[in-house]
């Protein structure tokens, strides 16, 4: 179709230009504290930080940005969290006008749907579940916080972590995130909830709401679902059992704050970025930890980021078959097709890429820095995650090294194999095939 753009390739151009938009807004004298500019990279970083809703922080959000700058930073998550054309949808609803077939493919690009029908419902959906969630946080923690903060602080940091929470962001005003809460059940429930829900996908989220039965939910429900589950639990009792007696971080706490932060850390790596003990003072088993789950991530279509809980489980299914020398890989009484396998395959092949990549370029960037390999590479998965978490390393960074992880968290929050589509040309099928010839493997 003449003058038709591929949605490929609209989106990561939507994304780099809300990305320069904040960059422009945060870099104003007015954003920052005392009328003083936070720099451009400075403010390039957290754009991209906060539209790719990742959470790291070369500056203290809190003491570095006024007012206007937490505004902007607060919209650019929501609208990176949610995606810009579901608001695109929004304004052409309550403006009466159509949505076209280019559009519903935008939006069935940007949410992961599966189809082009029932788009303009979906995102709607999303709206709905966003604000219904996000206000009933903003007022729990209102409510917490303000008899002791006072009550307009504790509505504006209330809708600030409510916001922040449910689009996976981990953006703080504090210097050391949520530590001050590690055992305040209040806060870690409505946090975790959050985040766990604005990870699992809108369609996820959806599914349940409609169906509500276990059997009845689609296929990817299931696998995300199950997945999610065993990697929360997987997590959770790791940092209980590790971290139990380390001084750094359980060590010195009840054995209620020690359930408190290792159910919140144990779930933390699903995308969320916050943390309420030291990331730095884990252990370096621990750490190595979160680096894999930070690397699966959350749920296809969600909030979070990662190679998608969806993709680990199909290479799992696929890798069982192969085991087991099955012809079709199955799952609740359900056929995957290879293809879909391939698809998977392709993603965390490509996101190893990226990643391996990036952390030997931070290598040569940040040798001068003293820096760790091992907070190197956190670092470096945490961006393509947009995770968040950070053992520290990120306010040390170098420019060369700040540029490379708004590239990490670029590439992370479009997704590798979007990118590759967006940037690659299209090839026209050959109409020929060669002859096939046995390979040795393993």
């Known amino acids: 179709m003449k003058g038709f753009v591929h949605p490929a390739r609209l989106i990561p151009l939507g994304f780099a230009g809300m990305i320069l938009i904040g960059t422009i807004l945060l870099s104003l004298p007015i954003a920052g504290t005392n009328g003083h500019s936070v720099g451009l990279l400075n403010a390039f970083f957290t754009s991209t930080s906060a ?3 990742t ?6 959000t809190g003491a570095s940005f006024s007012l206007f700058g937490e505004l902007v930073i607060m919209v650019l998550i ?11 949808v929004l304004f052409a609803v309550l403006l009466g006008k159509q949505i076209g077939l280019k559009h519903r493919l935008m939006i069935q690009q940007a949410t992961n749907a599966f189809s082009t029908q029932g788009l303009v419902k979906l995102s709607l959906n999303i709206f709905l579940i966003a604000f219904v969630l996000e206000f009933v946080a903003m007022i729990t923690l209102t409510l917490h916080w303000g008899p002791t903060m006072g009550w307009a602080p504790a509505l504006y940091q ?17 210097p050391d995130s949520l530590s001050s809460h590690v055992g305040d059940p209040v806060v870690n429930t409505v946090v975790i909830s959050l985040f766990v829900i604005g990870g699992l996908g809108f369609i996820v989220v959806t599914d349940i709401l409609q169906k509500r039965r276990w059997r009845r939910f689609s296929l990817n429900t299931k696998l995300v679902l199950m997945t999610s589950a065993i990697a929360t639990v997987f997590g959770v009792l790791f940092v209980l059992v590790v971290e139990w007696g380390n001084p750094a971080t359980l060590g010195h706490l009840s054995i209620a704050e020690k359930i408190w932060a290792s159910l919140f850390q144990g779930v933390m790596p699903r995308s969320s970025g916050y943390n309420t003990v030291d990331i730095g003072g884990l252990m370096a088993a621990t750490q190595f930890v979160f680096i894999i789950l930070m690397f699966i991530g959350a749920a296809s279509g969600s909030t979070g980021g990662g190679i998608k809980t969806n993709t680990f489980a199909i290479l799992m299914l696929a890798l069982y078959s ?23 395959l392709a993603v965390i092949m490509i996101s190893l890429g990226i990643v391996f990549t990036m952390t030997i370029l931070l290598t040569l960037t940040e040798s001068g820095t003293g820096a760790q390999f091992l907070s190197i590479f956190y670092e470096t998965v945490s961006a393509f995650g947009t995770v968040g978490s950070s053992m520290g390393l990120t306010p ?17 929050r479009l997704g590798p194999l979007a990118l590759a589509y967006a940037l690659a040309q299209k090839n026209k099928e050959a109409k020929f095939s060669y002859p096939e010839e046995k390979v040795l493997i393993g």
């Open 51 to 53: 539209v790719c809703v």
């Open 55 to 60: 959470g790291l922080a070369v500056i203290d």
């Open 158 to 174: 209330g809708a600030f972590y409510a916001i922040s929470s449910f689009n996976n962001a981990g953006f703080s005003l504090s």
């Open 78 to 88: 929501q609208i990176g969290g949610l995606g810009f054309m579901t608001f695109g």
């Open 396 to 412: 040390h960074l170098t420019p060369a090294g700040k540029i490379i992880i708004i590239i990490t968290m670029y590439i992370g």
């Open 322 to 344: 192969v085991v087991r020398g099955r012809s079709e890989i199955r799952a609740f009484h359900r056929r995957i097709s290879f293809d879909t396998a391939f698809r998977a």
